[in-house]
């Protein structure tokens, strides 16, 4: 008698574990879809924050890009003759055009003769850089000499002792 208990129990303890799995597999699944779920949403909020952290850093620097630019995010590549046709469209000289993306106009001159490389954010500048026309690139020059005058001016002005 005590076999047939033993084999009864086994059959019972058995059954009850495909009982168990079959009710907690379903659950098991479900866990595992929302876990890549939710591995998915945190990297698209990582990239979203990457995005609203650039076009910030761009609004700070008063430039602005296209919506295709940003969906592009880090596939922006550098092009020597991207900038020299650039600040040709735009019809400035390359010590106006260095004004705008605050630099040199010798760092200008070696962009566009490919001996160096803009770093990251004098890239996003470039890039902001891209959609501006003739009168907004000279808009936003007479407002950068502007600001230019003042800051001098504030410099110069000295209150007595």
Same mark, same amino acid.
């Given at each position: ?58 609004? &700070? *620097? !008063? +430039? ?9 995010? $880090? /596939?922006?590549?550098?092009? #020597? =003759? ?36 803009? &770093? *990251? !954010? +004098? ?9 501006? $026309? /003739?009168?907004?690139?000279? #808009? =936003? ?21």
């Amino acid at each position: 008698m005590t076999t047939f208990a033993i084999a009864l129990k086994d059959e019972i303890r058995r059954v009850a574990r495909k009982e168990i799995r079959a009710q907690t597999g379903k659950q098991a699944r479900a866990v595992t879809r929302y876990r890549r779920e939710i591995a998915q949403l945190k990297r698209q909020q990582r990239e979203n924050e990457k995005k609203i952290a650039r076009l910030e850093a761009l609004a &700070r *620097n !008063g +430039q602005h890009v296209t919506v295709g630019e940003i969906e592009r995010g $880090g /596939k922006l590549r550098f092009s #020597a =003759r991207s900038v020299k046709a650039q600040r040709r469209r735009t019809g400035l000289s390359a010590a106006d055009y260095a004004k705008l993306v605050g630099v040199s106009p010798l760092t200008i001159y070696n962009w566009e003769h490919n001996k160096s490389r803009p &770093r *990251n !954010g +004098q890239f996003e500048v470039l890039v902001g850089l891209r959609g501006l $026309g /003739k009168r907004e690139a000279q #808009a =936003r020059l007479t407002q950068l000499s502007a600001s230019e005058r003042k800051t001098d001016t504030k410099r110069r002005v000295r209150k007595p002792k």
